[in-house]
Each structure stands twice: as C-alpha cells, then as structure tokens.
C-alpha cells in the first residue's frame, strides 16, 4: 500500500501541498515582500530540494502577424532547500524577499503573482499561485507624475516583446506606458511612450517620440516610421530629489527638442 501511495503522490495525487500567505496584495515595484509558506505534508513522506518563488508576468509577442501570450518570469527566489515533509504533518515558516525594481506595473493586461513551489524529485511539483498589485517604483512614481503635471495622460500600459531593450534588465520584453498628449502638443505630437529601467542609483528612460504628419513628407515619414524619435534620458537619485517640478521641466525641455 505504501508503494501504491507514493506511486499516486509521483502523480500529485496524496501529494505534499504548499500555499504562501502574503501579509500584503498591494506592493511597490522594488519593496520587500513577507509572508508565511505553508506546507501541508501528503500521504507518504517525501524529499523536498527546494522551497522556491518566481515572480511572474505575461507579455505580448507577436507571431505570423498575431499576438499571443507568453508567461514570463521577472526573477526567482529560493526561500528553503533540503528537508523532509512527513506524512499529514503541517509546517509553517516566515519568508520575506525583495520585488525587483522592474516589476511591471499591473495596469491594463499587465499581471503580476507569485508562483510558490516544492521541487521533488521524480514527482510533479506542487506549486501555489498568489497574485499581487503592483505600484510604480518610487523613481518611475516621479517620472509619472511629472508627465501627469505636464498634462500627459496615460491611453495604455502593455508589457511587450522586445528583447533588444528587455535585455538591460535581463528580460525579453518591456513594459511600455503610453501617453495621449496635452493640448499643446497636440499639433506636433500623436502619442508619447516610455520605458523605466530603474535600478538603485536612479532611473534611465527611452522616450518615442512619435510626431504628426505634416504634408506630403511627414506623411511618407509616417508611413516609413521615421517620424518617431527614439530618446535615451536619464536622471540619477540626486536630480530625482530635487522633486516634480523639477523633473517635469527637463522631461518637457526634451520633448521640446524633438518635436
């Protein structure tokens, strides 16, 4: 009978449980996180590797001319490795780790959850999906801010496939915040979009700056996408506490010179 159950819990049948309780559904891109793991031992005994924890997203890609899906994973943690989960038997352990600062935001179809899981040999592992709400890092907070002070609104926020930007955060895409423009840009201006790479010294954006058509040229340019300028700006920790205002000053300085 034992060889029977632990052939049902190789399966996931009678097997080991594992759940994480977060102590909040509600974070910024870059906070600590805490919670309880909670793992609820099956019929059998069994080896557990490792305890683990990948933040998760999905991003659009796109493929013969449609858009799918992918699931994505932001980064991972290891929360405990080698014991032994006894039969029926529950165990309870605190953990606490940091979001990375690239978190997406989860606006429009941007998603953001944990996926909790044990590594068992030779058995399917069980895993527990827990999903969170996601802020701006307090860097991008400013940057948003002062392009909502400067009278941008966001129209979209999607995560995209773009592995030649995702890449200086070691990932395949990017999450991009579109703009609808203010009154007076409107003439010059259909639409702005941002990238954030924020790290621990400041924040580095890429600006496209996608300009009106304006006669027969600028409608040859809109048709070959060469009235969009692509802008890498950044500001270190120090300019970023100088606040808003001041941000918002060098962000419109820099539309200004490319419109």
């Known amino acids: 009978m034992s060889m029977f159950k632990r052939m049902l819990a190789s399966a996931g049948i009678g097997a080991a449980k ?11 891109a870059g906070d600590t996180i805490s919670g309880t793991v909670r793992i609820q031992g099956g019929r059998v005994d069994q080896e557990v590797d490792d305890v683990y924890a990948f933040v998760k997203t999905r991003y659009l890609k796109e493929l013969n001319d449609k858009k799918m899906e992918v699931e994505a994973t932001v980064s991972k943690f290891l929360l405990a490795s080698k014991f032994k989960v006894v039969a ?6 605190p953990v606490s780790f940091q ?24 058995a399917i592992d ?11 890092h307090p860097y991008c907070a400013i940057i948003l801010d002062a392009m909502n002070k400067l009278g941008f609104h966001i129209r ?18 990017v999450q991009e915040f579109e703009f609808v423009p203010p009154s007076q840009f409107r003439n010059q201006l259909d639409e702005l979009e941002i990238v954030f790479f924020p790290n621990e010294d400041g924040i580095e954006l890429l ?8 006669g027969l040229a600028g ?28 941000v918002a000053d060098q962000l419109l300085a820099t539309i200004h010179k490319y419109v």
């Open 18 to 28: 594992v759940d994480l309780m977060l102590h909040q559904d509600f974070v910024n």
């Open 88 to 93: 029926e038997q529950v165990y309870e352990f």
């Open 99 to 122: 979001l990375p600062a690239i978190t997406p935001v989860t606006l429009g179809r941007s998603p953001v959850w944990i996926q909790t899981g044990l590594d068992i040999k030779e």
């Open 126 to 136: 069980p895993k527990d999906q827990d999903y969170l709400q996601v802020g701006p």
């Open 156 to 173: 979209e926020v999607t995560c995209e496939y773009a592995p030649r930007y995702g890449r200086i955060n070691g990932l395949d895409f």
């Open 207 to 214: 600006l496209q700056i996608d300009r009106k058509a304006r």
């Open 219 to 246: 409608l040859f340019a809109d048709a070959l996408d060469t009235d969009e300028s692509f802008v890498k700006i950044r500001f270190d920790h120090n300019q970023l506490a100088y606040g808003v205002d001041s």
